[in-house]
């Protein structure tokens, strides 16, 4: 049917709102994966969450849940489509390829297949006869060649044009039937000259069966695809050097289930290209050689999600612990099997970011862990106790937490004199186990490069001014995490111990 005909030609209305129905569903999905995309890279831009790795990854499973999802519609649309009516059917397909204005020559070859085919069951052979002529036979596979073949000496045969019928008749048994599905030369022969119409049309319709479509199959295929892209390219790819980590229970059941469902799908898989592969082989040799290569392959496959889990799982080893909430974040404390405990915050159920370490607490002693003693030797043992305590970690926690005080007070007043870009407050120290804070982490453009900057925040020690107060010096510092840039100094402040007084002393220099 001619473009000019089908923008007047009378739809049924119920079949044109299910064909509206699926077409607006597929541009749904269209416009989802566009938005997601968009917010992907906008939050690439504007956080430091996620690096490259991570980054790709997630616009990788966008691009496969959208795809996947459209296989889904895809299908659902051929399954209601042939339990309607024949009439109803062929409008289906007529309007579905009216309002699909892009489509590539293979999807435009199989529609138009099944749109001749309905016509020629519906005897609208002038319409079937148009149809035909669209098609682009360099782009067909062997199968629908010589469906059109047989169609066209149909065609052929109705009007009687027997040099067109001959013609196609030779191309169509040109064409070798490996699944017997086809009638032969000399039945056709037989059936036109015996004007069994009924009989070609019956046969035309086994060359289209009805396919068993696996809605829910292929729903499952690609949630389990996009969503192990997504987690994979989570866990390698985000920004551990600006403090950000997957969270331990995200991770925990996350690997669980995509290792266990990637396994199942991929051994599945691997059956099932085995069996197809087999029935195109007759000797056995070559059975046994593609069962040995698809064997080899599944367990170097399997091997590498093994290895995935037990990096992931080793990664997780620990516990996390909620220790308090405000309006914008939830604290927690992560207590991994080896390790110092450390203090992140969250918003989210996927990752967290830390704000500092728990320096161990040993600010008082039980009386279980005091040994008994002679009430006489009270004042050597309080003695021995002073001296062994001058230098203990109970007093570096002591001496931490004014420190932390101080830094704090240096934070609340950049902000309220000169913000810094992203600005947070994270306490945390060194391997060296001196204390520091971080006040602001972000990126800036540097020799054409995007890189990562914290401002952070050093103690210098005690400095007394002409009039003997004391005060504490505190050193504000750019430093690039990822190495290759020098650090650079930013400024000096000065804080009151008691009153926590900041004086900004406004140089840049040792």
Known sequence: MLDSELKTYPWNPTVKKKARRVFMLRWLFVILAAAAIFFLTYQKLTTNVWGLTAFLCQLLAVIELAFGLQFVEAGWSRKISSRMPLDEHYEYALYMYHIQSVRDLATNNRMLLLIASLEIQLGKYDHATQTIT??????????????????????????????????????????PDTNGEYPSEPELTTWIEAEEMDRLISALKKFTPTRKEHILRTCLITIVLAYSTFFYGAWYGINKSAGYAIRYYFAEISVICVSVTLSCLLIWGMICLYKKQKSLLNRKAARRIIAVSYAALTLFLLSLIGYS???????????????????????????????????????????????????????????????????????????????????????????????????????QYIQQQNPLPDMSFTYTANAKGENYAILSETTEEKDGTTVNVNYCLYDNGSKTDENNNTFEELVLEKVYPDGGYETELVDFYL???ETLEVIDEQKSSW
């Open 134 to 175: 669209q098609i682009s036979v360099g782009k067909c596979t062997p199968v629908q060649l010589k469906q059109l073949y047989f169609m066209q000496i149909l065609l052929a045969a109705e009007v009687g044009d027997t040099d067109t019928k001959n013609q196609f008749l030779t191309r169509y048994t040109g064409i």
């Open 309 to 411: 889990f037990l990096i992931v799982s080793f990664g997780v080893e620990g516990t996390e612990t909620v220790t308090g909430q405000d309006q914008h974040y939830i604290y927690l404390s992560v207590q991994p099997d080896y390790g110092i405990a450390t203090q992140y915050r969250t918003d989210n159920l996927i990752y967290m970011q830390k704000t500092g370490l728990f320096l161990p607490n040993t600010d008082t002693l039980t009386e279980s862990s005091v040994p008994d003693s002679d009430p006489n030797d009270s004042e050597t043992q309080d003695s021995s106790t002073t001296d062994s305590t001058e230098n203990s970690p109970a007093q570096e926690s002591q001496k931490a937490s004014p420190l932390q005080d101080e830094m704090r007070a240096v934070y």
């Open 495 to 497: 804080v009151n111990p």
